[in-house]
């Protein structure tokens, strides 16, 4: 699954880096949550959870159906 992931975070990294940020994938647990680190300026920024929440995690579910949350850490 960690492959798909990384493939689903590939078309979402264009945004972000178009705002001087990135996602790094941590791990994906057995349960189906993924846990990423927002890099770069989305690390710091105040909207990181809007975007993780709207953004990250709503493709990431719309391409892997089988996962259940994305958090950051």
Do not use: N, W, Y
Not at 51 to 73: D, N, Q, S, Y
């Amino acid at each position: 699954m960690k492959e798909r992931v990384e493939a689903a975070l590939d078309k979402v990294r264009p945004f972000l880096q178009a705002d001087g940020g990135d996602v790094e994938l941590v791990e994906v647990t057995p349960d189906g949550v993924v846990k990423v680190r927002l890099t770069g300026a989305c690390g710091g920024c105040p909207m990181s959870q809007m975007t993780l929440k709207h953004g990250v995690e709503k493709v990431l579910r719309e391409e892997i159906p089988e996962i259940k949350e994305v958090v950051a850490v």
